[in-house]
Structure formats: C-alpha cells, structure tokens
C-alpha cells in the first residue's frame, strides 16, 4: 500500500484547508482504516483523527473536534482531512497512515497500529 499526503499549504488562522491522502497499491482503499497524524516542530507525532474502512466511523483528537472533518472517497480511493477554524497551533507536517488489516468498524488512535505511512504534507497557519 503506498499512501500520497497532498493539499498543505499557508493559511491565516481563522482559514480553511484540505489535505488528501490517495490510496494505492494491492489492497483497495475500501479495506484500509486511515489515520492522520501530524508533528509539529519539537514535539512529538500526534493523533489528529481517523476513518474506519467504509468511513462510517471516525473518531477526533479532542483539540479538533468540531473544527476538522475527515472523509473518504473509495471510489477515488482517496481521504480527506477538511479543517476549518484553523489555529497557528495547528501548524505541522500532516501525515496519513493506512492500516490494511482494520476490522469493519475500527478506527485506530495510535502510531503503532497503522503499517503504511505517507511522506506528510505541511499546514502552516499564520496569525
């Protein structure tokens, strides 16, 4: 599974901003839970939120919740990470990750459930 992280860029805070994350390789995006992480400078790689296989449950790191929306295309076998209400806390490198062995209704939290990682995309909020 190789995974695309696309759609960062600078935006003030206040703004608005879409990263996506193509799915490709041997296992359809429809088998694949996904999560995004993100690392800012000097910290540690955190959980944003994450999508079961079908998108039918997601879950939310309490700092987002509200304010980020991810959601999946399977036919285009892509997921997306929409944020609104951005923060300059919010600056990080995003990365996607797939787990390709989920069960139906799982959404994974941790780093170390995930076995296929993008290269991350960069949100820079601005103030």
């Known amino acids: 599974v190789q995974l695309q992280a696309s759609g960062g860029g600078l935006v003030q805070a206040g703004g608005s901003l879409t990263v996506s994350c193509a799915v490709s390789?041997?296992?359809?995006?429809?088998?694949?839970?996904v999560g995004w992480f993100r690392q800012a400078p000097g910290k540690e790689r955190e959980f944003v939120g994450g999508?079961?296989?079908?998108?039918?449950?997601?879950q939310y790191e309490d700092s987002v919740k509200g304010r980020f929306t991810i959601s999946r295309d399977n036919a285009r076998n892509t997921v997306f990470l929409q944020m609104n209400s951005l923060k300059v806390e919010d600056t990080a490198i995003y990365y996607c990750?797939?787990?390709?062995?989920?069960?139906?209704?799982?959404?994974?939290?941790?780093?170390?459930?995930?076995?296929?990682w993008g290269q991350g995309t960069l949100v820079t909020v601005s103030s």
């Open positions: 990750a797939a787990n390709h062995r989920a069960i139906y209704s799982a959404v994974y939290s941790s780093p170390n459930q995930y076995y296929y």
């Open positions: 390789g041997r296992t359809s995006n429809e088998r694949v839970a």
């Open positions: 999508i079961s296989r079908t998108g039918a449950y997601t």
